[in-house]
């Protein structure tokens, strides 16, 4: 690109956390940077040089905040393709492409992208009804999710049995073989419109049963480092399959003989590389601007153990958001608070993250215990 980056205009569809990270990296650039997001006060709405509260979903509204943009990224993938299809027919830059949002929005079709270019993943069915689920002769128990619109352990269940059907949802889904995995894991990739990929190093992820949304993240994996390679392999060629520009997160399950299975892609800035911003060498949205401007792409290796905690809000509270515990873990050394400025709390509501960095693994991990029993966000 001829022009330097200061002198750009930067599009986000979506104001919440990852935006609004997005944006503090940004700073650092001189990038002037374009919020559209529905909620009047989303996260990103006084970081942003300019701020529209309207919706991402709608064609006109994405249409005509874009073409204010000279390059267009998304914080969450349930925006208007067909908008961004023809902003990219008009000559603006739309990173990652609308194609591969396109892909990534149905998980059927994701799934079968896998299918097609060789990318392990767990056995899978297509079905559009409840009728469809009761003659499809997989083997229960199994994995039920909406093809479309499911997140944060929304529009995903478990099917037990043939009884379960009759509660299963009622629209598009896939069904997959319940995976029995010792570990999940991901790798964040990026690459860059000059074909430059890089990895950062593999993390593991402790799930939240009740919430199902990761509550623990550590960095880096002590996993052996064959199966390191071999997952920073699969995200590349996922990468490299699609051709994207930016970022893209690749959840994956290791299995307990050791295999490696993709669960899903998420082509943004994502919740499994929050870390990086203390716990590398580049953070993962620093990462994001780089490719998507083209430059050269960051050093992704790891400074120290990280071990990063979700704060999600209270069950039973719902209301102004209040930080019981914050001055507590202030007090300890290399814990690093990011709160994502939101008003209010509910119940599981992602409220901001902790990052906790030590020399010491173990000791790492037994802060973030500490923490995770002390901080807590209550109205």
Same mark, same amino acid.
């Given at each position: 690109m001829a022009k330097q980056i200061s002198d750009l205009k930067l599009g986000i569809l979506g104001g919440g956390q990852l935006g609004r990270m997005l944006i503090q990296e940004a700073i650092n650039y001189n990038l002037t940077t374009l919020i559209l997001d529905p909620d009047t006060d989303a996260p990103c709405k006084h970081l942003a040089n300019y701020f529209?509260?309207?919706?991402?979903?709608?064609?006109?509204?994405?249409?005509?905040?874009?073409?204010?943009?000279?390059?267009?990224?998304?914080?969450?993938?349930?925006?208007?393709?067909?908008a961004l299809e023809q902003l990219e027919k008009e000559g603006k830059h739309v990173y990652p492409q609308s194609r591969v949002i396109r892909l990534i929005q149905d998980k059927g079709v994701q799934k079968q992208f896998?299918?097609?270019?060789?990318?392990?993943?767990?056995?899978?069915?297509?079905?559009?009804?409840?009728?469809?689920?009761?003659?499809?002769?997989?083997?229960?128990?199994?994995? &039920?999710?909406?093809?479309?619109?499911?997140?944060?352990?929304?529009?995903?269940?478990?099917?037990?049995?043939?009884?379960?059907?009759?509660?299963?949802?009622?629209?598009?889904? &896939?069904?997959? /073989?319940?995976?029995?995995?010792?570990?999940?894991?991901?790798?964040?990739?990026?690459?860059?419109?000059?074909?430059?990929?890089?990895?950062?190093?593999?993390?593991?992820m402790e799930f939240n049963a009740e919430a199902n949304l990761v509550e623990f993240l550590i960095s880096p994996s002590t996993y052996p480092a064959s199966i390191q390679h071999k997952a920073e392999t699969i995200a590349k060629n996922i990468a490299s399959s699609l051709n994207i520009t930016g970022l893209l997160a690749v959840e994956m399950f290791i299995t307990k003989n050791g295999d490696i299975l993709v669960n899903e892609l998420?082509?943004?800035?994502?919740?499994?590389?929050?870390?990086?911003?203390?716990?590398?060498?580049?953070?993962?949205?620093? /990462?994001?601007?780089?490719?998507?401007?083209?430059?050269?792409?960051?050093?992704?290796?790891?400074?120290?153990?990280?071990?990063?905690?979700?704060? &999600?809000g209270e069950k039973n509270h719902n209301g102004v958001a209040k930080y019981q515990g914050l001055e507590k873990i202030m007090a300890i050394e290399g814990v690093y608070i990011h709160l994502y400025g939101k008003k209010y709390t509910k119940p599981f509501r992602k409220m901001g993250h902790v990052t906790i960095v030590d020399q010491n693994r173990e000791k790492a991990i037994e802060k973030a215990n500490y923490i995770k029993d002390t901080l807590k966000v209550i109205s």
């Open positions: 529209e509260c309207g919706s991402i979903t709608d064609f006109d509204t994405v249409y005509n905040f874009g073409k204010k943009a000279d390059i267009i990224t998304i914080e969450i993938e349930k925006v208007n393709i067909e896998f299918k097609e270019n060789n990318i392990p993943t767990a056995p899978f069915q297509l079905v559009n009804t409840k009728e469809d689920m009761r003659n499809s002769h997989f083997p229960f128990p199994y994995i &039920l999710k909406q093809r479309k619109d499911g997140y944060d352990g929304k529009g995903v269940m478990k099917i037990n049995n043939l009884a379960d059907i009759e509660n299963a949802f009622d629209a598009p889904c &896939l069904i997959e /073989q319940l995976v029995d995995f010792e570990k999940e894991v991901a790798v964040i990739v990026s690459r860059n419109p000059n074909g430059d990929v890089k990895t950062f190093p593999m993390v593991e998420a082509p943004r800035p994502h919740n499994s590389g929050h870390h990086t911003i203390e716990g590398n060498y580049v953070s993962q949205f620093d /990462q994001h601007l780089r490719a998507i401007f083209n430059l050269p792409l960051g050093d992704t290796r790891t400074i120290n153990n990280a071990v990063m905690i979700n704060l &999600l």
